[in-house]
């Protein structure tokens, strides 16, 4: 029977995670295209392909954002829904305990997880760089201010003005060259910069000593031997928008990126403690659930459920945003959020489950007490 009812409540959790999934994805897809329109018709003479262009680019970024909501929200319609019906209080009666019917949840929980981490690892890295390079909405750069990317490459600080990571190109290359105390030593400027044989070569470069007023003009000068385009890419863009494998290359790779370490490092652990944060505040609704029938128990069931969904966010929202900041360390910024949830729908269960079994046990004694007297 367990296995009946598991399958049952996870057909139930799958089936309305899908569909507000692409209910909020479809309403999210269009407003951001009422944004970003006039760009994205714009920028082509065709109309139907930019529009489906746009479309399956937004869509990733968007459904990262939405699965840890909708899967609350669905988790919270399913048992509603088994509230309403009174079939929840059938299972407890049958002897379905809190920890069986988060068992039930689980498969479908860690499957929604799989699905988040995938999205958020090799979708949006991907689908936002195609934004970015296309240049639509926020992902663009205004005329009169063009964005240039700042980097650290060891004791050098690197000007980018633009990267093509697919061609192997940069313009606008400049390079200040420090000593290890951090002082100005050189100054070298470049429009541009390919990759010949594994290095990166500046093309027509000039270099400026401190405290010298010869400038040296070269036409072909080596800049980097180990940077390849894709680890510059990953060193360029954010952290959030970067893979976990060109996450952990970044953070082995001594003095290179364009954010403090401490921020690669949180990103690289936020990757991996979200979709297991997004469980635990499943088993948050399922703790909460009551075995109680009617409309009351089901509307209690659901503002309960969006205030502790609410407060999650939140939470979690907060000390992310502290740990960026560097006033604690990575790992404890971006596994606190699920620490807290997991203990707190554990201790939930636990408490629900020590009165059952006491009102279970007095349940016993009061029926065993009558026939024990009439004996």
Known sequence: MISILSRYIARMLLARTLILLAGLGALMVILAFLADGDQVLAASDDVVMPILRYTLLRLPEILAQLIPITAVLATLLTFAELVRHSELTAMYGAGVSKPRLAAAVLPVAVLIALAQLVIEDQAVPRAVGALRAWGIGDYGTSDEAPSAAWLRQGDDIVRIERFDAAGDEVWGVTV???????????????????????????HDATRSSVGSDVVEHQERLRWANDLE??????????????????????????????Q????????????????????????????????????????????????????????????????DLGLV??????????????????????????????RDGRAAQAAILPRASSG
Request: proline content about 7%; hydrophobic content about 50%; charged content about 15%.
């Open 229 to 258: 385009p894709g680890l510059l890419a990953s060193a360029i863009a954010h952290p959030r928008e970067t893979p976990l494998r060109r996450l952990l290359q970044v953070i082995r790779a001594p003095g290179l990126g364009t």
């Open 176 to 202: 200040f060259r420090r000593d290890r105390q951090g002082n100005l030593i050189a100054e070298i400027e470049a429009p541009s910069a390919t990759v010949e044989d594994g290095a990166w070569i500046l």
């Open 329 to 358: 360390p990575p790992a404890l910024a971006a596994w606190t959020p699920l620490l807290v949830f997991a203990t707190t729908a554990a201790s939930i269960m636990l408490h629900q489950e020590r009165r059952r079994v006491a």
């Open 260 to 323: 403090p370490r401490y921020r690669y490092m949180l990103w690289l652990q936020e990757r991996l403690a979200a979709p297991a944060t997004t469980i635990a505040m499943m088993m948050v609704v399922v703790a909460l659930v009551r075995p109680s029938g009617g409309r009351t128990a089901q509307g209690w069931l659901i503002a309960m459920g969006v205030a502790v969904g609410f407060v999650c966010w939140t939470f979690d929202g907060l000390v992310l945003a502290i740990g």
